[in-house]
């Protein structure tokens, strides 16, 4: 029988010396829906991001995504999922189409089905007429649909997005919302997403999960989560109240740093 879940984690934990990041989480993704994660700064969305990603290794529990585990099969992972980070991932001193045959080339895609697969990405992402134009001319709504357009060349299964529209004005950022919603619609793709934007997490989500201190503490869909806070109630109201009732001082120095430079260099 087919798996399930996109994503299926047990007792996830991480621990960084005596900090626990992230505290046996269970969380399940069902194929073709898109999930928000939603929390704090330092409420350990990133850590959970990077380990089913594979990029860090839980303390203990288990998780499985596109029906491999984590741990065991990290590779069998990797070739199932696409990855767009906060961090820039198009090399602006290459045009568009350049940087999608490098992406071409690191997936292994045979030669004969680079072009045609660049094509058929560039113009599902409204690039065609960019294509041969240098990134670093690109704005920044054009740069986020590009790294979209890198990481799902391969055609993944599930897609993990940092922050997807940190810095756009609405415009490019409705323009995305667009483009996440044609790939679940057109393509089946599962995508989970980190958001501190309540407007696009209501806009996108299906369901999401808010942590708070490592810990999950509410999962459901945006509307019956307005709703059980009662009539009125809006998607900032169930952030404050399910995220940790306050306002949260956190988030470090370097942490800061990243944001303002990814919101500066997509602005």
Same mark, same amino acid.
């Given at each position: 029988m087919p798996d399930r879940f996109a994503i299926d984690t047990s007792e996830?934990?991480?621990?960084?010396?005596? %900090?626990?990041?992230?505290?046996?989480?269970? %969380?399940?993704?069902?194929?073709?829906?898109?999930?928000?994660?939603?929390?704090a700064n330092g409420a350990g969305k990133s850590t959970v991001i990077k380990m089913l990603t594979t990029l860090l290794s839980p303390?203990?529990?288990t998780a499985d995504v596109g029906g491999f585990d984590i741990i065991r099969s990290p590779a069998d992972v990797r070739?199932?999922?696409?990855?767009?980070?906060?961090? @820039?991932?198009?090399?602006?001193?290459?045009?568009?189409?350049?940087? @999608?045959? %490098?992406?071409?080339? @690191?997936?292994?895609?045979p030669a004969t089905e680079r072009k045609e697969r660049i094509e058929n990405a560039l113009e599902f992402m409204s690039l065609v007429d960019?294509?041969?134009?240098?990134?670093?001319?690109?704005?920044?709504?054009?740069?986020?649909?590009?790294e979209l357009a890198q990481a799902m060349l391969h055609r993944p299964a599930i897609l993990f997005l940092d922050e997807p529209?940190?810095?756009?004005?609405?415009?490019a950022r409705h323009t995305v919302w667009d483009r996440l919603i044609d790939l679940r619609r057109n393509h089946g793709m599962t995508v989970l997403i980190t958001t501190h934007d309540m407007?696009?997490?209501?806009?996108?989500c299906d369901n999401l999960a808010?942590?708070?201190?490592?810990?999950?503490?509410?999962?459901?869909?945006?509307?019956?989560?307005?709703?059980?806070?009662?009539?009125?109630?809006?998607?900032?109201?169930?952030?404050?109240?399910y995220a940790g009732g306050s306002i949260q001082e956190s988030g470090t120095f370097r942490e800061i740093v990243q944001n303002r430079r990814t919101a500066h260099r997509l602005g």
């Open positions: 996830l934990t991480r621990q960084f010396g005596n %900090l626990t990041a992230v505290d046996h989480i269970a %969380l399940r993704v069902p194929y073709g829906e898109i999930f928000g994660l939603l929390g303390t203990s529990g070739r199932r999922i696409g990855y767009v980070s906060q961090l @820039l991932s198009a090399d602006g001193a290459l045009t568009g189409y350049e940087n @999608l045959r %490098l992406s071409a080339k @690191l997936y292994d895609i960019s294509a041969d134009k240098l990134v670093r001319t690109y704005s920044g709504g054009m740069i986020r649909r590009l529209t940190i810095g756009l004005d609405p415009v407007e696009e997490a209501e806009a996108l808010i942590l708070h201190r490592g810990k999950i503490s509410v999962v459901g869909k945006p509307a019956e989560l307005r709703a059980g806070l009662g009539e009125g109630a809006n998607m900032d109201d169930v952030f404050v109240h």
